[in-house]
């Protein structure tokens, strides 16, 4: 198995070879609306970009008179960090369905629009395919379908004779995807299910990168890495010390290392791509976003700050 894919070493000591730090010469999100908006003229720097948008969506179950979301508008410029958060049941993981194409919205439209340096839109919109997405649902680790991470990362892949180029590229693509993911210290013969909870998620999310979608979605990433996920960030912070004082730093730490782990790889993601994420973590993310919605009972979408305080 190790051979089908090729550019790869033995499975023993396998290692991924790092590419050059990529240094990006676009601008974020907030620089562009800063020099788009800004007093002075002179400022203005040609900065086409994307933006990933949803507009008017509504959601009844097909054979129901149910709304489950209705009139959904929101957007995400490339290469930035969306937060959807809001009580359980509200329809933030029905949104991800359909953002996914897991099921097609009643009404409404999702797209990816490019617009040019004086804001304006420059082409028609992409209708956004799912085999542009990447998702990750919450606890990814239980579908896990193979005996070994090699299996499991080329799970899917074409298995005929005849796809040596397609595989071959394939392979890169997977070098890079771990490379990010900082799965580079993994051995392929690895039970995946012997990984731990935070490796698991860099799996999971691997799978997702090696086509790079245009959007990454993720499901509440943080869920399950640590007992405490339950708890108020308030009750955390006690049990935590409480861990610490009773069992030692190494078993507090173990706790706060799995979601902080998971928060950094969130982070480097950032740089590269545009990534969308439902999440009751708020405290743990709020760092990372750039724009958040909060999702109200009856799939209302509104744009809001994150309620937590530093
Ligand atoms: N196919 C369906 N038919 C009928 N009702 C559905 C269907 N799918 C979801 N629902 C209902 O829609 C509502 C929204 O569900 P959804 O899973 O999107 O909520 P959520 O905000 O993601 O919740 P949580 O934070 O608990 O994951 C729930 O009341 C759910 O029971």
């Avoid at 800063?34 to 040609?46: C, D």
């Avoid at 090696?210 to 108020?232: K, M, N, S, W």
């Avoid at 009750?235 to 998971?262: E, T």
């Avoid at 708020?282 to 309620?307: C, H, I, N, Q, T």
């Amino acid at each position: 198995m190790a051979n089908s894919i090729s550019g790869f070493n033995s499975m023993k000591g396998w290692r991924v070879i790092l590419p050059p730090n990529k240094v990006s010469t676009k601008l974020n999100s907030s620089s562009r609306q800063a020099l788009s908006f800004g007093k002075s003229q002179a400022l203005r720097i040609k900065c086409d970009y994307s933006c990933f948008e949803v507009k008017d969506v509504s959601y009844q179950p097909p054979g129901t008179e149910l709304s489950l979301l209705n009139a959904v508008s929101f957007s995400l410029p490339e290469k930035s960090f969306g937060l959807i958060f809001g009580q359980s049941g509200s329809g933030k993981t029905t949104l991800l369905q359909l953002l996914a194409g897991l099921s097609k919205p009643t009404s409404g439209s999702i797209y990816i629009q490019r617009y040019g340096n004086d804001g304006n839109p420059n082409h028609s919109p992409e209708p956004l395919s799912s085999e542009r997405v990447g998702i990750v649902f919450q606890f990814p680790e239980r579908y896990f379908v193979a005996d070994t991470v090699l299996d499991e990362v080329t799970f899917g892949w074409p298995r005929q004779k005849g796809a040596v180029e397609k595989k071959e590229q394939l392979a890169l693509q997977l070098q890079r995807a771990i490379n990010w993911v900082g799965l580079d210290g993994i051995l392929l013969d690895k039970d995946p299910n012997s990984l731990s909870g935070g490796y698991k998620r860099r799996l999971a999310l691997a799978i997702q990168l090696v086509q790079i979608p245009d959007l990454l979605i993720l499901d509440e990433p943080l869920a399950g890495l640590a007992f405490l996920y339950c708890c108020t960030p308030e009750s955390q912070d006690f049990m935590l010390s409480f861990c610490f004082i009773n069992h030692g730093s190494k078993v507090a730490n173990s706790l706060i290392g799995k979601r902080a782990d998971v928060v950094r790889l969130l982070k480097h993601l950032k740089r590269e791509l545009t990534v969308l994420v439902v999440s009751h973590d708020l405290k743990e993310l709020a760092a990372l976003v750039d724009r958040s919605w909060r999702m109200e009972m009856g799939g209302f979408l509104r744009e809001e700050p994150v309620p937590v305080q530093f």
